[in-house]
């Protein structure tokens, strides 16, 4: 068990482009968040899946983005036409569910 | 989920306890306490959490008060690795799962 492994851990692109990214969470785990970070604040929720479904979503979470969690295992969070305002720390989280979440180290998106 | 209230930035010397306080005045009865720490460029870090009974593992302490209001971590001897920001978190276990994190202490470790 290596933890929750996020890809890429870098990501710059162009405005108006789309981006994907992938979250791999602990393999027994059944629960699975997607957070995001901007510079200096905490991390803000976006969506959580319990195995495939996807439970809850954050207003936070425009029509451009889109997650899925097919057969309940990994997930990836899609951003299309990427704005500056885009530009943070994506993370992914996995629990079963207690006693607390474990996040992956992030991917950083940069949009120019 | 109840709101929490912590010192923006705290300093402790290397070796020394570190106390990390946290006003949780609005928590309901079936809310938990959690802690977690963000290391510089890494992912928020499970630490602690409890429900009203003071919780020790092998990272920190967690001293809850009795009317469940306020809480404080304790990192018994910290060393430099221990430099993060930490999050108290108040959430039911039931019910919404989300974590919804404040600004944190930025608890600065110094030799």
């Known amino acids: 068990d290596t933890g929750v492994s996020q890809n890429p851990r870098h990501k710059i692109t162009k405005r108006g482009q789309n981006v994907t990214f992938r979250c791999d969470p602990i393999?027994?785990?059944?629960?699975l968040y997607w957070y995001r970070q901007t510079l200096g604040q905490g991390p803000e929720f976006l969506t959580y899946?319990?195995?495939?479904?996807?439970?809850?979503k954050s207003r936070l979470l425009s029509d451009r983005f889109s997650a899925e969690r097919p057969k309940g295992s990994f997930s990836t969070l899609e951003i299309q036409r990427t704005e500056q305002g885009d530009s943070a720390m994506y993370l992914c989280?996995?629990?079963?569910?207690?006693?607390?979440?474990?996040f992956g180290q992030g991917t950083r998106l940069t949009v120019v | 989920d109840a709101k929490t209230t912590q010192p923006p930035s705290m300093d402790c010397a290397e070796g020394r306890a570190a106390n990390l306080p946290c006003n949780h005045s609005?928590?309901?009865?079936?809310?938990?306490v959690y802690w977690y720490r963000q290391i510089h460029s890494q992912g928020p870090q499970y630490i602690i959490h409890?429900?009203?009974n003071n919780e020790t593992n092998e990272m920190a302490s967690l001293i809850i008060t009795e009317d469940r209001k306020s809480s404080t971590l304790i990192l018994p001897h910290a060393t430099l690795r221990d430099t993060a920001v930490y999050y108290c978190?108040?959430?039911?276990?039931?019910?919404?799962?989300?974590?919804?994190f404040g600004q944190g202490t930025r608890l600065t470790i110094n030799p």
């Open positions: 409890g429900l009203k």
């Open positions: 978190i108040v959430r039911a276990v039931q019910g919404a799962q989300k974590l919804v």
């Open positions: 989280a996995s629990s079963f569910p207690e006693p607390g979440a474990f």
């Open positions: 609005t928590i309901s009865g079936n809310e938990y």
């Open positions: 393999s027994e785990h059944n629960r």
């Open positions: 899946f319990q195995n495939e479904a996807q439970l809850e």
